[in-house]
């Protein structure tokens, strides 16, 4: 059972279409804790403010078990905002807490010649390392993008794709059955249906 995480993100519907487009039939939205128990993996999908988004899913009691899952194995896929939030601090309209499931930081992009924020468009994706995310991609693969913070890991071992925009940023992360991604793989076309069947098909060594 793949278990969507429904919190009120813009970008839900979307993201079970790319879903149902794949042929993935048993999908659960959770909107509760109960709802999470049988899960095999877990894609938390989000756009909108840090803050607002964590609130949300403290309101539905989803932080701690979100945590409790991924910490005994279940795969997760954190998509824009979902990946923002795995991380330890946004400073995004204050300083807020995330999911603190990796060491690092969510912060705004600097106003930069040339390069207007939000950072909006199709980028280059420049692999770091190997991961079972990024089976079958070429170097030539681009995604789109649309946000205005980005995620600082502590450790760059956690890193596994980059883009330049005007700065080269984090557009991806991996540690062990923890995956998330800067963009949106939902409207990234053909890119975008790889990553999400590499997660669909990754199995926990």
């Not at 756009?47 to 078990?65: D, N, S, T, Y």
């Not at 693969?141 to 330049?164: E, G, K, Q, W």
Request: proline letters at 7%; a negative charge.
């Amino acid at each position: 059972m793949l278990a969507v995480i429904d919190y009120g993100a813009g970008n839900l519907r979307s993201v079970l279409h790319a879903l149902h487009a794949l042929g993935v039939a048993n999908i659960r939205l959770v909107h509760q804790p109960d709802e999470l128990r049988g899960a095999d993996k877990i894609i938390l999908p989000g756009v909108g403010a840090f803050g607002a988004g964590m609130l949300k899913l403290r309101e539905q009691g989803l932080i701690q078990p979100l945590r409790d899952a991924v910490n005994a194995g279940i795969p997760y896929l954190g998509i824009c905002l979902g990946m923002q939030f795995l991380f330890e601090t946004s400073d995004e309209m204050g300083d807020h807490e995330g999911l603190g499931l990796l060491p690092g930081r969510v912060t705004r992009f600097d106003d930069l010649p040339g390069h207007k924020v939000p950072h909006m468009g199709w980028n280059n994706l420049q692999q770091t390392r190997p991961s079972p995310l990024l089976n079958k991609l070429s170097a030539e693969s681009y995604a789109y993008f649309v946000h205005s913070y980005y995620c600082v890991p502590a450790n760059p071992d956690d890193v596994i794709l980059t883009v330049d925009y005007g700065i080269p940023f984090t557009a991806g992360v991996a540690r062990g059955h923890l995956f998330g991604v800067q963009f949106h793989p939902e409207k990234s076309q053909r890119t975008g249906l790889q990553i999400l069947t590499n997660f669909l098909e990754y199995t926990p060594s």
